[in-house]
């Protein structure tokens, strides 16, 4: 075929030359040529279409290419004409059956419609029972509700009338509680025009309340009288069945006495024996045991007591702790006041026989601080509840203190009946520090006491007083007959005593500022006597004298008798040995002195004098006015000299 075409195309242009236009063959070349396969999308599947059958490519088969491919086109229509055949049969078979079931529901709609108008008049009643059914629920379950809110189910009603003699359950407080709840909520009731149903409810729920409440008092009253062993444990259903009494005053009030009673007998029950038998097989041990120990028997007995009134607190507390009335704290205060006010009595009789034997004044004082200390604590613990208890203990520490300062006062009368004289060392008497040594026990105990710090230190001011004021009067009526050097020795060493054995304890500071007074006064007195038993030791006295009373109006001091130039040399010589061994010359009276400061601060103190006054004479004798010749030669020294060497 291409042949052909190269053969036709070779022709065409050989030819006579005419143009293309007119030759028909050649025009349909070269619009072949021309044409562009590869844009022509039709031309393309047909060759495509072509290639699968034109297999050979000879002259016959081009001769027959139309013919085969009409008859290629014959046998694809006549397929298609068997296969649309198919479809047509099962198009009309889909026909006569959708033809059938239309017959078949139009038969239904026939029927449906027939039955329909034969039961109009049923559905109508069907649907007025429905509505009627729906008012009956919603009216059913109305009275559900109100029944639930305002009526109780069997079960609570068989538990609030049960026998009075079965304990009390959870479900019982549960029943309780709705009772109250419904015969609030129907108070509502009594507003609306519903009064019958709610006077009505309001009148059973009442009585249901009085029966319940009746039932609930005599449990918690059988309860509490079980509430006699030492130790209780008080249960849940004790703690809310006080708490839904407390709606009712005057039984809740008979229960807390029950309750009371119940517990003053087991606190009293237990007081005793612990007294007398003791703890668990013995231990702890009686407290009588140790009554030969006033300090620890008394001391015992309120421990004892101190941990009772606590414990009783608690166990009131864990009772109306649900409890929400005005004046709980008040009813606890009155509840342990009851428990507590039974031991007071034994308590009281046994302090008193302590007390009253006189087991002396440093131990009473103990015993006052011990009485102070537990009536500070208790009344820390359970306030002012246990009053009648803390009335009692206040009353024994008044009597001891009353005893002991008694016992103070006997011995300052002991003291001053027969007054010692000071000893020849004059040193403190054996009254003086015997009472001194009692002073340190007193003050001793004093200060480990713990009681508060005001409470001490208005003790403390009047034991000082007892004790102090008796001791300084014994001091002067025993020094009174001694001479001045030996009173003032004898006062120092007494005084000195005193004030260092109050500087070991508190609150002594004015104690001691008076003391230190008195001492400085002494002192001054034991520093002139020194300074005189000097100056006359060294020949200087009658010259100071006449020095310190010499006037103008007198004339020169040399003429005065003995005060000539050649006395006060002899006098030099003198006291010129005194300063060669200045300690040569010291009272008796200070080598009594206890206190090595205060003997220093003697002798310093008198040396100063010494100087002073040789000061005063080297002035005098200085001065011309007196007449006295080489005045330099009759007075050595200057006083600054004299102060060097004797310092």
């Known amino acids: 075929m291409a042949a052909t075409v190269a053969v036709a195309a070779g022709g065409a242009e050989t030819g006579g030359g005419g143009p293309h236009t007119h030759n028909p063959l050649a025009r349909k070349l070269h619009k072949i040529l021309e044409t562009r396969l590869d844009s022509d999308k039709d031309m393309l599947e047909a060759l495509k279409a072509l290639s699968v059958f034109f297999t050979e490519n000879s002259l016959r088969t081009r001769r027959n290419l139309r013919g085969d491919i009409e008859r290629r086109s014959l046998f694809i229509n006549e397929e298609f004409v068997r296969v649309f055949k198919e479809v047509k049969e099962d198009l009309e078979s889909v026909h006569e059956d959708v033809q059938a079931m239309s017959a078949c529901c139009q038969d239904m709609t026939s029927r449906l419609k027939l039955a329909k108008d034969q039961t109009q008049d049923l559905i109508t009643k069907t649907t007025k029972l429905q509505s009627e059914n729906q008012r009956l629920e919603i009216r059913s379950e109305v009275v559900d509700a109100f029944l639930s809110k305002f009526q109780l189910n069997a079960d609570e009603l068989n538990i609030l009338r049960g026998p009075r003699e079965g304990p009390l359950t959870e479900n019982f407080f549960k029943a309780l509680g709705k009772v109250k709840l419904i015969h609030n909520d129907v108070k509502v009731l009594l507003r609306t025009n519903q009064q019958t149903a709610g006077l009505e409810i309001m009148e059973q729920m009442a009585l249901l309340q009085e029966t319940s409440y009746e039932k609930l008092y005599r449990w918690a009253q059988a309860e509490c009288r079980t509430l006699t062993q030492e130790t209780c444990d008080i249960s849940p259903a004790q703690t809310r069945a006080m708490e839904a009494l407390q709606d009712r005053p005057i039984l809740y009030n008979y229960t807390l006495d029950e309750f009371g009673t119940a517990r003053r007998s087991a606190v009293v029950r237990g007081f005793i024996d612990a007294l007398t038998r003791g703890g668990p097989g013995g231990t702890p041990r009686p407290i009588e045991m140790h009554s030969h120990d006033p300090l620890r028997y008394v001391g015992d007995m309120l421990a004892w007591l101190h941990q009772a009134a606590a414990s009783e607190k608690e166990h009131l507390e864990a009772l109306l702790k649900l409890v929400t009335l005005q004046g709980v704290e008040e009813n606890i205060q009155q509840i342990v006041g009851h428990v507590t006010e039974g031991v007071c009595r034994p308590l009281k009789v046994r302090i008193e026989q302590v007390i009253v034997a006189e087991p002396g004044a440093v131990l009473l004082y103990k015993l006052s601080n011990l009485l102070k200390f537990y009536h500070h604590t208790i009344c820390g613990i359970v306030g002012n509840c246990a009053a009648t208890l803390l009335t009692t203990i206040e009353e024994m520490h008044v009597l001891s203190k009353k005893m002991f300062f008694n016992s103070l006062g006997i011995h300052a009368s002991k003291l001053m009946d027969k007054v010692e004289l000071p000893p020849p060392d004059l040193g403190p008497t054996s009254a003086l520090t015997h009472t001194l040594s009692l002073l340190r026990e007193v003050l001793s105990s004093h200060d480990s006491s713990v009681v508060p710090m005001d409470a001490r230190q208005a003790d403390f001011v009047q034991v000082l007083s007892c004790i102090m004021d008796p001791l300084l009067q014994l001091c002067t009526v025993s020094a009174s007959n001694l001479d001045t050097a030996d009173m003032a020795t004898y006062m120092v060493n007494s005084l000195h005593l005193m004030k260092t054995t109050l500087a070991l304890f508190e609150f002594t500071d004015k104690r001691l500022e008076m003391l230190q007074f008195q001492i400085e006064a002494h002192l001054d007195t034991l520093i002139n006597e020194q300074a005189s038993f000097v100056l006359t030791r060294a020949g200087l006295s009658y010259i100071y004298n006449n020095v310190q009373q010499h006037k103008p109006e007198q004339g020169p001091?040399?003429?005065?008798?003995?005060?000539?130039?050649?006395?006060?040399?002899?006098?030099?010589?003198?006291?010129?040995?005194?300063?060669?061994?200045?300690?040569?010359?010291?009272?008796?009276?200070?080598?009594?002195?206890?206190?090595?400061?205060?003997?220093?601060?003697?002798?310093?103190?008198?040396?100063?004098?010494?100087?002073?006054?040789?000061?005063?004479?080297?002035?005098?004798?200085?001065?011309?006015?007196?007449?006295?010749?080489?005045?330099?030669?009759?007075?050595?020294?200057?006083?600054?000299?004299?102060?060097?060497?004797?310092?």
């Open 557 to 647: 001091l040399s003429i005065l008798a003995n005060m000539d130039g050649g006395s006060l040399k002899a006098a030099m010589v003198q006291f010129d040995r005194y300063l060669s061994s200045p300690d040569s010359l010291l009272m008796p009276q200070l080598n009594f002195i206890l206190s090595g400061t205060l003997k220093e601060k003697i002798f310093k103190r008198s040396t100063e004098l010494v100087c002073g006054a040789y000061s005063d004479i080297h002035t005098a004798v200085l001065n011309p006015t007196n007449d006295y010749k080489e005045p330099t030669a009759i007075l050595q020294r200057s006083p600054q000299q004299v102060q060097t060497l004797l310092s």
